[in-house]
């Protein structure tokens, strides 16, 4: 990773910054590239601020060398470097080359500052700048390092002393420089060390640094993917077994200062240097943590009595934290908390959100009502105004008033789908503030067969905010269009340039004859669309399918279907992909024969049809006509059909019977129109998952009109049964039977769940798997994921312009598409299907952690981008 450190207390110092230089050698002994972007003095306690009013000059820091102890850990009595070297006033002169080439030479054991750079190639140089940590942020992600490529976490820290708690953690300086980084959209860590003795055993920050890497790379690793962490504040006891101690998550405990101010009174001036200042601070928090109470600053100048005279007295005040009254607090406390957890020897981690929490959400939306002033500028106090009385909101059918007062957002949620549903409360219950959020039932007539609903008639004010996650029949998209600024709703109304299948092969040929580079052109298989009413129309149907009659006329010359193909070549589908795919093309090679010309198969898929229904093979004009005429039987027939065996009734002489086909009856007068296309052979196989083609599932995420995201945690959809080529496809893994047994061929989990289920094998393997769990190498892994993203953004954008009225993304609504994708053997990603409304149910309870997360960025990253809450 490439890692910006900030922090508060500036460059290594014994007196100030002991921690900095020992951490950032850490960071790099564990192989990541670490960028320093430091004030260039002290700025403990200034929170979350920017110097404003003054140009922010850059200092140059060199650490020692590597050779060299970590700078900042000593407290030997050394001389201070020459002026020239360690120019830490912004106001004086530059060094010039000579002086710095001689405070070089000198070496001091906590490092150089210089005003100029390094113009030496390698030299490891840190940037000291006269702001705050929250500048240093900015300044870092924005201004230097920029060779180093883009930053992907920052590190604020570690602190001198503690961060634990409300009352040190709202000013602490190393929680603003993490806050600073996480409003700019980068994960932040803020670091603390927390002492209990003055006794800073280098050892001991050894072993700090190495579970503070520990700790920062684990949070990584498991950053919850859904926005509800922007950062994590870091707690790590220096303790001398604190490698024993464990690594707890805490909240953050919720306490205040004690009576009395955090100033002292001092007579004169007390201006000084800023470091020594803040060793004196934290050796009063050490005193106070060691004695358990006493005197730790406060106490000067409230408690007085007022004195009559009008004049002020002269004076001066030093700050002087009351850390007696944050250890107090830990101790009355009940345990769990972050000071709980540094007290007991544990590391704390505190998950936060970049925001401040909101209080007295029951008070949101109601009117201050304005009681008379006690005196008026102009003498005269106005009539008190009679109170008015509460007047209780109506109650609507369906509404869950809170009595509390008027929620911020009413939210209509009714999926229909007891696998969804949960995941996406638990969504929201992640994203909203507490008490913000008014559930809204549908009414009572509201059903299947029932399925508009009126928010009108639901939502007690016209001008309150509306979410809406329904089924796509139940959307009151009217409301929504009439109000835009207040509605969120989980679809588009009109998509069905890339649902149906039909129009998506419409949208795709007409991009790609106005793009003829596009992507589209390599990832997406040519289709045939026509329109079927009666099987006896078929051939009519069939006049303008050019490329699919050549096709069948083709097969028909070179020999029957049921001739026995073991010797034929790789059909031309295969011959087609991409072949400069980093995946490896063995399997591609492991397909190709000798002998007569491989017949090429084609997949019929039911234009408006899901969940696998009536995908059917076939090769054949024959076996074609064959589909379509199983399909006209009358109920009674189909009844009968049913209770056969598969393919009793089939014609002797069918060279493809479709074995196994799915038990729901298909209408070809129901269903109308179809495609079909090339079928992919080889696939993508995979010895160690038994050889079984698969499909990727891809979540996409649309936002307003339009932002596209990509869901990296696909999954691997598998077919029931081990690949067996179509016959006369290409050699083995050889289908020699005429009959194709579609288990092994459709990856659908709703077609393969009964045939797993009713398996003999006593432990099946399993339909789904991650995909980035799959036995693919690394190369190969990101190759089909990085053609899969660039498929996807070209697919929408090719809908967005060239299908304008078949596609019509609104500015107030998010949908959340499946995309299935099929990789050939040569590792070229075949976009097969878009799916509104994604079956996540079919995926299994196994992978429910997956659907999960997806939910949680969706619902996320729509109101994010939309702006909306």
């Known amino acids: 990773m490439h890692i910006l450190v900030v922090n508060d207390d500036g460059p290594p110092s014994p007196h100030s910054s002991p921690y900095v230089h020992s951490l950032v050698r850490e960071l790099q002994a564990h192989g990541h590239i670490v960028s320093v972007c430091l004030p260039h003095t002290q700025r403990s306690w200034i929170g979350k601020a920017h110097m404003i009013g003054q140009t922010v000059k850059p200092l140059y820091y060199r650490p020692p060398p590597p050779s060299a102890p970590a700078a900042g850990l000593s407290h030997d009595d050394e001389q201070p470097p020459p002026a020239a070297a360690h120019n830490t006033n912004p106001t004086t002169q530059p060094a010039t080359a000579q002086d710095t080439s001689a405070a070089t030479t000198a070496e001091p054991r906590h490092g150089t500052t210089h005003s100029r750079p390094s113009s030496r190639p390698g030299t490891e140089e840190w940037i000291l700048v006269d702001g705050t940590p929250a500048s240093c942020v900015q300044i870092g992600l924005y201004h230097f390092f920029r060779e180093r490529g883009p930053v992907d976490l920052v590190v604020s820290g570690p602190n001198y002393g503690r961060n634990t708690t409300a009352v040190f953690a709202l000013s602490s300086g190393t929680l603003g420089g993490a806050l600073e980084a996480a409003v700019c959209r980068r994960r932040a860590v803020a670091l603390s060390y927390a002492f209990f003795s003055r006794n800073h055993d280098t050892a001991i920050i050894e072993k700090a640094g190495r579970r503070s890497v520990a700790v920062i790379e684990a949070l990584v690793r498991q950053w919850p993917a859904d926005g509800s962490v922007d950062l994590y504040s870091v707690n790590v006891p220096l303790l001398e077994n604190l490698e024993e ?81 944050v250890y107090q607090s830990v101790d009355e406390a009940p345990p769990g908390n972050d000071g709980w957890a540094v007290k007991e020897g544990h590391t704390s981690v505190t998950p936060l959100k970049a925001n401040f929490f909101q209080a007295g959400t029951q008070m949101h939306g109601k009117e201050l009502q304005l009681g008379p002033s006690r005196s008026s500028t102009f003498g005269a106090v106005p009539n008190s105004p009679k109170p008015a009385e509460a007047t209780p909101l109506p109650q609507i059918e369906g509404l869950a008033i809170r009595e509390k007062g008027k929620p911020q957002v009413y939210a209509l949620i009714d999926y229909a ?101 596009s992507v589209l052109k390599t990832h997406v298989k040519r289709s045939e669309a026509f329109e079927v009413d009666y099987a006896e129309f078929l051939d009519d149907a069939l006049v303008e399918a050019f490329d699919l009659r050549e096709s069948l006329d083709r097969n028909a010359s070179a020999g029957c279907a049921g001739d026995d193909g073991d010797d034929a070549e790789t059909g031309s589908v295969a011959e087609q992909a ?105 696939p993508l196989l995979l010895p160690e998952l038994n050889s ?178």
């Open 245 to 325: 101690g464990k690594v707890l998550y805490t909240g953050m405990l919720q306490n205040y200062w004690g009576l009395g101010s955090c100033f002292t009174e001092v007579e004169g001036s007390v201006d000084g240097e800023e470091e020594e200042e803040e060793e004196r601070i934290r050796e009063e928090e050490g005193a106070a943590e060691e004695e358990g109470g006493g005197g730790a600053g406060g106490g000067g100048g409230g408690d007085g009595a007022l004195r009559k005279s009008a004049c002020h007295t002269h004076k001066h005040f030093k700050w002087s934290p009351r850390f007696t009254d």
């Open 417 to 517: 789908d007891d696998y969804v549903q949960p995941l996406i409360m638990s969504a929201l219950k992640f994203l909203l503030p507490p008490d913000s959020c008014t559930l809204v039932n549908p009414p009572s007539t509201w059903s299947s067969s029932s399925p508009d609903i009126s928010l009108a008639q639901l939502v007690p004010e016209p001008n309150a905010k509306v979410f809406q996650i329904m089924p796509y029949e139940s959307i009151d998209f009217d409301y929504a269009a009439t109000h835009p600024g207040t509605s969120l709703i989980n679809s588009y109304v009109i998509r069905k340039a890339l649902i149906r299948k039909h129009f998506l092969s419409a949208t795709v040929e007409n991009w790609v004859a106005k793009h003829p580079d």
């Open 578 to 682: 991409d072949a400069t795919s980093p995946v490896a093309d063995d399997a591609a090679e492991s397909g190709r024969g000798k002998g007569q010309e491989a017949r090429e198969w084609w997949i019929l898929k039911p234009s408006m049809s899901d969940r696998g229904q009536g995908i059917r093979l076939f090769n054949t004009m024959e076996q074609l006509q064959e589909i379509f005429d199983g399909w006209e039987v009358d109920s009674d027939e189909e009844e009968e059909v049913e209770e056969d065996d598969d393919g009793d009734d089939s014609p002797s002489g069918s060279a493809n019977t479709n074995a196994n086909p799915d038990k729901q009856p298909i209408m070809t007068s129901h269903l109308r129109h179809f495609v079909a296309q090339p079928y992919i052979h080889p």
């Open 692 to 869: 079984r083609k698969f499909h990727i599932r891809v979540y996409v995420l649309c936002v307003g009109s339009l932002k596209i995201y990509v869901y990296r945690d696909m999954l691997a959809l598998f077919a029931a049964k081990p690949y067996q080529a179509p016959p006369g496809a290409s050699s083995g893994p050889a289908n020699n039977e005429n009959t194709i047994d579609l288990d092994a061929h459709l990856t659908n989990t709703c077609l393969q769940t009964s045939s797993s289920s009713s398996s003999t094998t006593p432990d099946p393997p399993p339909l789904v798997h991650r995909f980035w769990s799959l036995p693919l190498t690394q190369d190969q892994s990101a190759s089909i994921f990085s053609q899969i993203c660039l498929v996807t953004g070209e697919l929408f954008e090719a809908a967005a312009r060239g299908m304008p009225v078949h596609f019509q993304p609104l500015p107030h609504a998010f949908e959340a598409y499946g995309l299935d994708f099929l990789v050939d053997a040569r590792g070229t990603a075949w976009l097969l299907e878009v799916n509104a409304f994604p079956d996540f149910k079919q995926t299994g309870e196994g992978l429910t952690g997956v659907k999960g997360t997806a939910r949680h960025g969706c619902r996320h990253r729509s109101a994010q981008e939309l702006s909306w809450y």
